[in-house]
């Protein structure tokens, strides 16, 4: 549980890092969890503030931008065992990026950041962006029968801008029509979005699964910073507090092996 709580603590340290390099005016980044079965409570100041964060679940951290945490804490759900004390720690100001906490090519739980690309999109197309974060080899993705993303590994991604339109997307190992390891589902690639989907879980495992978020207003003629949004109900905003609460802990410690994609 320790090792699982620590992946999130890494991947906003790297935030941390990597923000003020951006140079944006506005943070979007959202945690989503990728893991089965680890469920959390997180405590700010001795108050809970969300609990059991759990498998496909999201949290939009970017209301809190720039603000400082107090007297962090994360406790294995349910309970009053603390896995880890973070003490006071600042979070990000600035920067586009999803976090998801997932399990290696190997079936290890890591963590693997994503720079978001919110470049604009051209009128009457729509972004699909695949991120393959699951226990699984290598695969093509199929959009209505065509390879549309070929030989896609564990930590890596892919994308392409497309004509707005639903396609029917199906996941097979590199090279092969069978089996169909995800799908086929019906995706839908709208005006001027950015559809980014994961595939999470495990083969060996049976548990392979997606979960997937959309960026929004990323048209020729964007009128906003886009804020994002996910289908998978998020939880209180406070929800920051699930990373940062350990950052101090994991830096101490070495932390762990982190894998960082940027588009």
Same mark, same amino acid.
């Given at each position: ?26 943070? %979007?980044?959202?945690?989503? !969890? ?5 469920? =959390? &409570? *997180?405590?700010? $100041?001795? @108050? /809970?503030? #969300? ?75 729509? %972004?699909?962006?695949?991120? !393959? ?5 290598? =695969? &093509? *993705?199929?959009? $209505?029968? @065509? /390879?549309? #993303? ?94 940062? @609460? ?18």
């Amino acid at each position: 549980m320790k090792r699982l709580v620590a992946v999130f603590a890494a991947a906003l340290m790297i935030l941390a890092i990597a923000a003020p390099a951006m140079g944006q005016a506005a943070a %979007r980044i959202h945690l989503i !969890h990728g893991i089965p079965d680890t469920p =959390v &409570d *997180v405590y700010v $100041d001795d @108050a /809970v503030v #969300f609990e059991n964060f759990n498998f496909g679940d999201t949290q939009d951290l970017s209301a809190l931008a720039g603000e400082t945490l107090v007297n962090l804490q994360v406790k294995l759900a349910g309970t009053d065992t603390v896995a880890i004390e973070g003490g006071d720690v600042a979070l990000p100001a600035s920067g586009n990026y999803s976090i998801i906490a997932n399990l290696d090519a190997a079936g290890t739980p890591t963590i693997t950041v994503f720079a978001n690309d919110t470049s604009a999109i051209a009128a009457g197309e729509g %972004r699909l962006q695949v991120r !393959h974060t699951a226990a699984a080899p290598a =695969v &093509d *993705v199929k959009a $209505d029968g @065509a /390879v549309a #993303f070929s030989n896609l590994s564990n930590p890596n991604e892919d994308k392409a801008d497309l004509p707005a339109a639903t396609y029917s997307v199906e996941v097979v190992p590199t090279g092969a029509d069978e089996p169909v390891v995800i799908g086929p589902a019906d995706i839908a690639v709208n005006d001027g979005d950015s559809l980014i989907v994961y595939a999470v879980g495990s083969l060996e495992g049976e548990t392979l699964t997606v979960l997937t978020e959309t960026i929004t207003g990323l048209g020729q003629t964007p009128t906003e910073v886009p804020s994002g949004n996910s289908p998978v109900e998020s939880g209180f905003p406070m929800s920051a507090v699930v990373g940062m @609460a350990i950052i101090a802990s994991l830096a101490a410690a070495g932390g762990l092996t982190l894998a960082r994609r940027s588009n």
